[in-house]
């Protein structure tokens, strides 16, 4: 074989290796890739939906020597509705409620006053949760569970020379606290999903002869949203300019919006204004203060466009000194003299608007939604 038909081929097999070892690398999973990249504020919300048991088994507790001979069980189910409430700032509430749509099952063989007898039982649940969590931390588990027993046993006594034997029908019952643990795993705005499981062992203790139980369950659970929480976003704005010739004004305000269900903004913000200047030979004026504003505008099409307004009602105090006398006066801003401003709906958004004639200069606005900013 010549060098260069080598060489081929030996890229051939190295290309045919490469291939083979990426078929063999196993898929990417859902926890991988199971979050839309969105600023938690677009999570938030009320959601309604599911929880359900993949495994809820009986196992035997009883202590050795307990007379307990033989024992088998099988798995029941769980299913109940749930509620999850997400807050703007990312916080999690979930209320959860459900039963036995299938009961557990169990025989034991019990050896008990020197005689034997067969317990066939029947184990129901019903289960309530109230926990909380975060979003960004994928978990719930601060809060309170509950679990309520209920077993029905058919009790087989063979009959014997000195018994008729029978079957009785005996109940039990067990009220107690269960730590849930809920898994948020996945999501988009609109719908999450995840996992549950007990964080403990519930037990029902035994009685004369018959069995201690415990009971053990994990889930998986989905939500979907029905309600939309319309979150508040705060806001920070400069304006630098003039109101009248030689009056200069720099304004500096803090605001909080949000918006309507017809797509409306609503919100309000204060701020402080310094104002000096004047005219060569002419008019000097110092003076400014607090101030309040409304914010309005509207949302569309994922933009804000933002309007601050006064009402036409001057707040500050300039005091203005001419060669002719001095004198106090009221004055109007020059932040809500721009009109609106265009912001795209996402963190750190900046927007400018500029204003010339009477009133001139440039405003300029930044805006970030109230709470975690990062993605879940």
Not at 76 to 89: A, K, M, Q, S, Y
């Amino acid at each position: 074989m010549t060098g260069p038909r080598r060489a081929r081929c030996l890229v051939a097999a190295l290309w045919l290796a490469l291939a083979l070892a990426t078929s063999l690398l196993p898929p990417m999973t859902g926890a991988q890739g199971g979050w839309a990249r969105e600023p938690t504020y677009r999570y938030a919300g009320t959601y309604h939906g599911e929880w359900v048991s993949d495994s809820l088994s009986v196992a035997l507790a009883s202590e050795p020597g307990s007379g307990i001979l033989l024992f088998t069980a099988k798995p029941g189910h769980l299913r109940g509705p749930l509620e999850i409430v997400v807050g703007c700032d990312g916080a999690v509430r979930i209320d959860a409620q459900a039963q036995s749509d299938s009961a557990s099952t169990y025989t034991a063989l019990v050896s008990a006053a020197g005689s034997l007898r067969l317990v066939d039982g029947r184990l129901n649940l019903i289960a309530r949760a109230t926990l909380a969590g975060r979003l960004t931390t994928h978990a719930a588990d601060e809060g309170s569970g509950h679990v309520d027993l209920a077993a029905d046993e058919a009790v087989t006594v063979p009959a014997t020379g000195a018994s008729p034997g029978g079957v009785s029908v005996a109940q039990r019952w067990q009220a107690a606290d269960s730590a849930l643990r809920w898994q948020l795993l996945a999501g988009e705005p609109g719908r999450l999903q995840g996992t549950w499981d007990n964080a403990g062992d519930v037990a029902l203790p035994a009685g004369p002869g018959q069995p201690a139980l415990r009971l053990s369950a994990r889930g998986s659970w989905t939500a979907a949203r029905d309600v939309a929480e319309r979150c508040p976003w705060r806001g920070h704005a400069t304006a630098r300019g003039a109101v009248v010739e030689g009056q200069m004004h720099e304004e500096t305000l803090e605001f909080v919006f949000r918006t309507t269900a017809d797509g409306h903004l609503e919100g309000e913000g204060t701020g402080h204004a310094s104002v000096y200047g004047g005219t060569p030979g002419g008019c000097q004026y110092t003076g400014g203060g607090a101030f309040a504003v409304r914010v309005g505008g509207e949302y569309r099409g994922g933009q804000f466009r933002v309007q601050l307004t006064d009402d036409d009602q001057p707040q500050l105090l300039v005091t203005t000194t001419c060669p002719s006398g001095q004198y106090v006066a009221p004055q109007g801003l020059l932040a809500t003299a721009f009109g609106t401003v265009e912001l795209a709906e996402a963190p750190g958004a900046h927007g400018e608007a500029t204003v010339s004639g009477d009133s001139s200069g440039v405003l300029d606005v930044g805006i970030e939604p109230v709470g975690e900013l990062a993605p879940p």
